[in-house]
């Protein structure tokens, strides 16, 4: 017997009652063992639940789930801070440091410093989440979803995702500045985040597999950009937040390693995003 397609109301309960559950998963980690990547999967967990809300909440004149619902979840999105990020900057430091034999310690010294300084704030934030909150978002999330008309709110949610992926390939003609490609990525990513939802959906076909893998794929391309894009732009914050010559000495010097490695993935990016139609395509 042919199983019986699941409602859409299913569909996008199921996957944020999934990333809900990584949240709790993680952010218990995260305080229990101050762990980075628990950090980096319960903030991931967080992106992929306001990107699903931001989406549902478009296709009505007013919200059907209510963006005060996950302010908990955001709160402590913002109490990771950048302390994933700051290892990654790290690992990025010490690739360079093997590739042009170079030594940065007080670049890596710096890092770790804001990794330290961010862990105080962390385990309050953390210590003090209500984990009961996460069941009255699914209950409510359930009751916000049943009313509504199941055909007509997938067929919205489809016409959405196409809509926003017409909006980036007219877009991708106006990244000639990175913090433009950013933007172009954060964008690209909530419209992979509701992709893989109907991707992942038990008997949806309506996101092929070379789809969802062409989307993921691309987005594991931008995110390797926007790491470098990062340790060339903190170069900055370097100079802004330090009176240490001998840092300073050193951020310069790394950003002028840094900088023809960015420019070229930068230029990589733009021509990739330029020339292949496919990437916004369903």
């Given at each position: 017997?042919?199983?019986?397609?699941?409602?859409?109301?299913?569909?996008?309960?199921?996957?944020?009652?999934?990333?809900?559950?990584?949240?709790?998963?993680?952010?218990?980690?995260?305080?229990?063992?101050?762990?980075?990547?628990a950090?980096?999967?319960?903030?991931?967990?967080?992106?992929?639940?306001r990107?699903?809300?931001?989406?549902?909440?478009r296709?009505?004149?007013?919200?059907?789930?209510?963006?005060?619902?996950?302010?908990?979840?955001?709160?402590?999105?913002k109490?990771?801070?950048?302390?994933?990020?700051?290892?990654?900057q790290?690992?990025?430091?010490?690739?360079?440091?093997?590739?042009?034999?170079?030594?940065?310690?007080?670049?890596?010294?710096?890092y770790?410093?804001?990794?330290?300084?961010?862990?105080?704030?962390?385990?309050?934030?953390?210590?003090?989440?209500?984990?009961?909150?996460?069941?009255?978002?699914?209950?409510?999330?359930?009751?916000?979803?049943?009313?509504?008309?199941?055909?007509s709110?997938?067929s919205?949610?489809?016409?959405?995702?196409?809509?926003?992926?017409?909006?980036?390939?007219?877009?991708r003609?106006?990244?000639?500045?990175?913090?433009?490609?950013?933007?172009?990525?954060?964008?690209?990513?909530e419209?992979?985040?509701?992709?893989?939802?109907?991707?992942?959906?038990?008997y949806?076909?309506?996101?092929?597999?070379?789809?969802?893998?062409r989307?993921?794929?691309?987005g594991?391309?931008?995110?390797?950009?926007?790491?470098?894009?990062?340790?060339?732009?903190?170069?900055?914050?370097?100079?802004?937040?330090?009176?240490?010559?001998?840092?300073?000495?050193?951020?310069?010097?790394l950003?002028?390693?840094?900088?023809?490695?960015?420019?070229?993935?930068?230029?990589?990016?733009?021509?990739?995003?330029?020339?292949d139609?496919?990437?916004?395509?369903?």
């Open positions: 017997m042919t199983p019986r397609h699941e409602s859409i109301q299913v569909v996008i309960s199921g996957y944020l009652f999934k990333y809900l559950e990584q949240f709790r998963v993680n952010l218990e980690k995260a305080r229990i063992e101050y762990d980075a990547e950090i980096h999967e319960y903030r991931v967990a967080v992106k992929r639940i990107a699903i809300f931001r989406a549902v909440n296709l009505y004149e007013e919200p059907v789930l209510p963006p005060g619902m996950i302010r908990p979840l955001r709160l402590m999105f109490a990771g801070g950048s302390i994933r990020d700051d290892q990654v790290i690992g990025l430091v010490q690739n360079v440091e093997r590739e042009f034999d170079r030594s940065f310690p007080l670049i890596k010294a710096f770790d410093k804001r990794i330290e300084n961010q862990r105080d704030s962390f385990f309050i934030k953390s210590v003090d989440f209500d984990y009961t909150l996460l069941d009255n978002i699914r209950e409510q999330i359930k009751a916000d979803l049943e009313p509504l008309d199941s055909e709110l997938e919205r949610l489809m016409e959405q995702l196409l809509v926003s992926m017409d909006k980036l390939k007219k877009r003609y106006d990244l000639e500045k990175p913090d433009k490609l950013h933007r172009f990525r954060t964008r690209y990513k419209a992979g985040f509701v992709a893989e939802m109907l991707y992942m959906s038990k949806s076909h309506k996101i092929p597999r070379s789809t969802f893998n989307m993921k794929n691309f594991l391309k931008l995110g390797n950009w926007h790491d470098h894009y990062q340790l060339w732009s903190k170069t900055s914050l370097i100079f802004q937040e330090s009176r240490d010559l001998n840092l300073l000495e050193e951020a310069f010097e950003r002028k390693l840094i900088t023809p490695i960015h420019d070229k993935l930068f230029q990589e990016m733009i021509h990739l995003i330029k020339r139609d496919a990437l916004f395509e369903l």
